[in-house]
């Protein structure tokens, strides 16, 4: 109802400046009319008192044609001067409507039932990438083929009445990258034709930073899971590696017993570090970095796995390249999770037989690259750009947490260095990180 208020009050504004229009143009008429009259009567009566009937006669059609041609040039120079006034005020109405839609920070686009654009101010030509001159009278190019059925959608809503207002969806500009908008959707009409107003605003920012908000509040929520973690299991898990320190230490070193015990308190240790350092994800401590051979932490890493291994049939590919013995500026116990979440990964995605390979390269800049590669079932490329978030994962329920490589990738980072990881779906995966190689002179110069 409020929508209409404002249609009658211009209709009558109009009729009444039409009607003063006629009354001032007639009696303007009239008044001449009577003015030439009134003149010719004078005139008349002071020069022409003793003409005959054929001379009055001739008389007063001239009095007539007079009459008539100055009201003539009288009502034509009022209509003309009625209209340019008309026109000027059209013009500064045409020109303050163009205002007011360039000067809107919002892209607003009008458009018809079938989506030809009529009008479409600056702020559409920045986020879109068209020209008003280009896309007028052409068909909506900014919606994407996955939401051409949701735009019917919103045309029909504004058919029957309603109003879509921040609407959260998606456009696209000239370069074809979706953009996330909000959409709010008006009636517009002009007599009877109905057409639909468009106003979309550039939310992409507000979108990542909303992203980055449930991203701390997933790391918020971890940090709580990781301290009840740590206060449930660091308990058993000390008083288990004390048993078999205990055990081993009863055990006599030649028995076969002695070497399985060995293994199994350095697992418990491992699994304490584990625990702490899901603990420490969520307070991002410092790293203690010291030189450690990356050869003997990956046998560590493949013997701790090798139960695993053998369960799947998997054939595991060691290539060091001679770098067994290259130390890297690393933390032991970070550096062993590192390898432990990536190998876990590789087991994960191959099937029964299938193959991993470990290999070590140098790469410039003093690196040392680690490629962990398999031929499993690969990731799609709409999952790979959620790899390192918290929490997210591909894996059924139960059968992980999404927290393997956001752990791992903090570490990387933490110690100066790059992770990536390369998949295609089908033909498995290559995760490479890169470390800073410890140089002997370099410290000693330090």
């Known amino acids: 109802m409020e929508a209409t208020h404002p249609v009658p009050r211009r209709m009558g ?7 003063w229009f006629w009354a001032t143009l007639i009696l303007s008429s009239i008044s001449i009319v009577a003015l030439v009259f009134a003149f010719w009567e004078l005139v008349e009566n002071r020069f022409f008192r003793d003409l005959d009937y054929v001379s009055l006669h001739y008389l007063y059609i001239s009095r007539g044609v007079t009459s008539s041609v100055l009201l003539a040039i009288w009502a034509g120079w009022f209509v003309t001067r ?31 039932r079938n989506l030809c654009v009529l009008e479409w101010n600056a702020s559409a030509e920045r986020l879109y990438g068209w020209t008003r001159d280009e896309i007028r009278s052409r068909e909506l190019p900014t919606v994407p083929v996955s939401h051409a059925a949701e735009v019917r959608e919103c045309l029909r809503e504004v058919e029957c009445g309603n109003r879509v207002v921040d609407r959260e969806t998606l456009r696209k500009n000239r370069a074809g990258e979706q953009i996330e908008v909000q959409l709010t959707l008006l009636p517009f009409r002009e007599g009877q034709q109905l057409y639909f107003l468009e106003i979309t605003a550039d939310i992409r920012e507000r979108v990542r930073l909303r992203q980055r908000l449930i991203e701390l509040e ?12 740590a206060h449930h299991l660091n308990t058993p898990l000390a008083s288990m590696l004390l048993r078999v ?25 491992f699994c304490q570090q584990f625990v702490r350092r899901l603990l420490d994800f969520s307070r991002r401590p410092a790293a203690r970095p010291e030189p450690e051979s990356i050869g003997p932490v990956v046998q560590a890493m493949l013997g701790f796995l090798s139960p695993s291994f053998a369960a799947k049939r998997a054939s595991v590919v060691v290539e060091d390249d001679g770098l067994s013995e290259t130390r890297v500026l690393a933390d032991k116990n970070e550096l062993e999770t590192l390898l432990l979440i990536l190998l876990s990964n590789a087991l994960d995605a191959i099937s029964q037989g299938g193959g991993i390979g470990v290999h070590l390269h140098t790469v410039q800049d003093g690196h040392l690259e680690i490629v962990i590669a398999d031929n499993g079932c690969g990731i799609s490329p709409a999952d790979q750009a959620h790899m390192f978030e918290p929490f997210f994962t591909t894996k059924p329920i139960g059968k992980g947490t999404g927290l393997g490589l956001a752990i791992a990738k903090n570490i990387v980072t933490e110690h100066g260095g790059q992770i990536r990881i390369e998949s295609s779906p089908g033909e498995g995966t290559r995760a490479a990180v890169e470390l800073p190689i410890w140089q002997a002179n370099a410290a000693v110069a330090l």
């Open 13 to 19: 504004s109009k009729q009444h400046e039409r009607g």
């Open 82 to 112: 009625q209209r340019r006034i008309a026109e000027a005020e059209l013009r500064k109405s045409h020109e303050r409507y163009r205002g007011l839609l360039e000067a809107s920070p919002e892209a607003v686009v009008l458009y018809d």
């Open 218 to 229: 997933k790391l918020t929520s971890m940090g709580q899971m990781a301290a009840g973690t």
């Open 245 to 269: 320190q205990m055990m081993r230490e009863r055990t006599d070193t030649h028995n076969g017993i002695h070497g399985d015990l060995e293994r199994l308190e350095h697992s418990i240790g």
